[in-house]
């Protein structure tokens, strides 16, 4: 069985300093758990810093929320690919809802991010979800699809490497999160589209993503169809987060 993902989105709070200070705290309350993983993404100034002090764990990976596509050039403001494995890092974040609908992140550029990253060797987290009104119109499997196209034309082993985050919109930074039934539909649904392509069912990683706390986490870990979870705002509290990333699986 493959490990859970317990993974960190730090968005845009925590610089060197203050990853600093949380990794001194979270160290001391999560020894290694052989079940499972625990991710970081961190603002990109942080992530030396976040490196540098988990570098004897390999139960921790570290990622950054974003890249660019392109390898270098008068691109002011982007982070290559480059630099971020230059500085540590081994996933990025790609397709995040703030991404997308703050910043107007197209399906076309998550494509050219995803397959740039895994180029270069480096994980990338595919982050797919809808909106409030989308799922009231019943479009839920629909957008989720159409957002799982920027992986079109990747080979199964390739497909087979990359997780994805179901994280509905309407469940981030909300306090309103899906029911471990609700993930678990989407979830399969994403499961079954990976198979369509060759996948061995096994492989597919799907977390969740929207709103998970301590109180809510257990629930949604033990639904079988939720590979792990990937968590904004409950993440930046170290007492929180250890508890959260400590959790017993049923
Ligand atoms: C996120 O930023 O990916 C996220 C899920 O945020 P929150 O946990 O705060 O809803």
Redesign the pocket.
Known sequence: MSKKIFAA?W?MFLGPHGAKTFLADYLERYVPMGDREVWFFPSSIAVSAVIAQVQDRTDIRVGVQNVYWEPKGAYTGELSIAMAQEAGAVAA?VG???RRHVFGETVDETAKKVFALLDAGLTPML?VGEKLEERESGQTLAVVTRQLEALEGLDSVALASVPI?Y?PVW?????RTATPEDAAEVHSAIRAWFVDRGVEKVAVRVLY?????VDNVRELVAEPEVDG???????LDPEQWAAISRVLID
Request: with cysteine; hydrophobic share 35%; glycine share 24%.
């Open positions: 989105n968005k974040l995040h809802s703030e982050c985050a994280e469940a981030i930074g909300t306090g993503g929207g709103s998970v706390k979870v990937l968590v904004g705002g409950a993440s």
